[in-house]
Each structure stands twice: as structure tokens, then as C-alpha cells.
């Protein structure tokens, strides 16, 4: 299984993928969560994503691209994966579009996790309170939700004119969602 996993912030992504990992047994391929291991390990590329992830806005197109490629050159991934957090704008849909066209492996669908703001809103407050994210705190949330609007929108719309997109709704306990998705890919999953 092929999945590309899009959603605003707090939609979910992250933890329904942990789920969708161990269910369908393929890597979780998050590009947040290998940013943040640059951070932590202060790589010259986490230096120059620190700053940016803590404003909530986007790390460049190239840098992203590259790290990419690398995770994909990875042996795991030929078996599937689950890919979240990429691409975030058209430009991203598009480089995605061609690694995968040159490495064979066409993603089987994109699923968007779709929750209301005032929701993605008072989930992120609860995590920041839990975790203290660095990018958790409100003014960033703004700008996460406001380039989630302005420029990951539009790779949902254009997702949805080619046919790729499948909506799931993301309001409900983990379990209620999760069972939600499986059902989205199934048929995918049965024939693949
Ligand atoms: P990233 O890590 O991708 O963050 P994000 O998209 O803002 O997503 P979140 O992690 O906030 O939300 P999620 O949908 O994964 O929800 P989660 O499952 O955690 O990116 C961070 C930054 O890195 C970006 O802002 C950018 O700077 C940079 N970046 C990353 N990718 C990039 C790219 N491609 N290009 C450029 N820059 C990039 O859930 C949230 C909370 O809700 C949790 O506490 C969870 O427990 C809870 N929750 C989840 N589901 C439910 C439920 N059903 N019911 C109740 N609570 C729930």
C-alpha cells in the first residue's frame, strides 16, 4: 500500500498513521518528524529548519525534495509507505508526482483527514499543553492553519480533479477514524 496522508495541522495525520503502520506494515514516512530529528540532531539542515518549523511556516521546496529522496532511496520503502505531512503545495504535488514516477511507485491514494478549525484548534492547544511542541503555540498555529489554507488547499483540490483524493471524515475517537481509512483503501488493499 501506496498512501499519501493530507490533513490541516492537529487533523491527525500523525497518529493515525502510527496506527496505519503497524496495521499495514509499511513505513510512516513523516516529513515533520524528520525535520524535527535535524533539529534535534543540529544539523546544518536542521539549523536551517529550526526557525522556519518554529513560525509555523513552510522549510523550502529543496530542502524537503532532497530529504526526501533519501528517505526513498531506503530499501523499506519498496514495499509501500505511508507518506505525511508531503507534499504541501503544487510544487511539492508536483516533485512528488515525478520521484515516484521514476522510482515505480505511484502512490494508491491520497486520503484527507478532514476536522473543523475549532477542532484542530483545541487539539493542538491540548498537545502543546501535554508536550510543549516548539511550533504548539498560537501564533504559529495561525500561521500553520493559514498556510495549511493558502497553499496545501490546493494540492487537495488538485488531488480531487485527477481522482486521486479520498475525504475521510476525522471527527471521532482513534479507533472510529482509523476503522474509517481502512475502509477508504480497502479496495485498494484487497486487490494490491
Ligand atoms: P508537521 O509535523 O507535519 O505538522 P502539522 O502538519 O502541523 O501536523 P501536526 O503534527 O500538528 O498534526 P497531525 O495532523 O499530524 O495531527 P496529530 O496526529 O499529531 O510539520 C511541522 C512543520 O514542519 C511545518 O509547520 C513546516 O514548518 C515543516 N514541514 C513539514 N513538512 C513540510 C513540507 N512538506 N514542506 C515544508 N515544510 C514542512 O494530532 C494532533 C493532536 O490531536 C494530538 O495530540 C493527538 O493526540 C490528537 N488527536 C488526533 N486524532 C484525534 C482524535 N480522533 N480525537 C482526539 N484527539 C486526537
Given at each position: 500500500m501506496r498512501l499519501v496522508l493530507l490533513g490541516a495541522p492537529g487533523s491527525g495525520k500523525g497518529?493515525?498513521?502510527?496506527?496505519?503502520?503497524?496495521?499495514?506494515?509499511?513505513?510512516?514516512?513523516?516529513?515533520?518528524?524528520?525535520?524535527?530529528?535535524?533539529?534535534?540532531?543540529?544539523?546544518?539542515?536542521?539549523?536551517?529548519?529550526k526557525e522556519v518549523m518554529?513560525?509555523?511556516?513552510?522549510?523550502?521546496?529543496?530542502?524537503?525534495?532532497?530529504?526526501?529522496?533519501?528517505?526513498?532511496?531506503?530499501?523499506?520503502?519498496?514495499?509501500?509507505?505511508?507518506?505525511?505531512?508531503?507534499?504541501?503545495?503544487?510544487?511539492?504535488?508536483?516533485?512528488?508526482?515525478?520521484?515516484l514516477t521514476r522510482i515505480g511507485q505511484p502512490f494508491d491514494f491520497a486520503v484527507q483527514l478532514d476536522v473543523p478549525t475549532e477542532l484542530l484548534v483545541e487539539r493542538i492547544a491540548g498537545r502543546a499543553a501535554a508536550e510543549g511542541r516548539a511550533?504548539?503555540?498560537p501564533e504559529s498555529v495561525r500561521?500553520?492553519?493559514?498556510?495549511?489554507?493558502?497553499?496545501?488547499a490546493p494540492v487537495i483540490d488538485y488531488y480531487?480533479?485527477?481522482g486521486h483524493l479520498t475525504v475521510v471524515d476525522g471527527v471521532g475517537s482513534l479507533d472510529e477514524v482509523f476503522t474509517r481509512i481502512i475502509e477508504a483503501i480497502s479496495p485498494v488493499k484487497e486487490i494490491g
Open positions: 497518529t493515525q498513521a502510527a496506527r496505519l503502520k503497524e496495521h499495514l506494515q509499511v513505513p510512516h514516512i513523516s516529513t515533520g518528524d524528520l525535520l524535527r530529528a535535524e533539529v534535534a540532531a543540529g544539523s546544518k539542515l536542521g539549523l536551517a529548519a518554529a513560525r509555523g511556516e513552510l522549510v523550502s521546496d529543496e530542502i524537503l525534495l532532497g530529504m526526501l529522496e533519501d528517505r526513498f532511496s531506503r530499501p523499506d520503502t519498496r514495499g509501500g509507505f505511508i507518506l505525511d505531512g508531503y507534499p504541501r503545495n503544487l510544487a511539492q504535488a508536483d516533485a512528488l508526482d515525478k520521484l511550533d504548539d503555540t500561521t500553520r492553519l493559514k498556510v495549511y489554507d493558502g497553499h496545501t480531487r480533479q485527477h
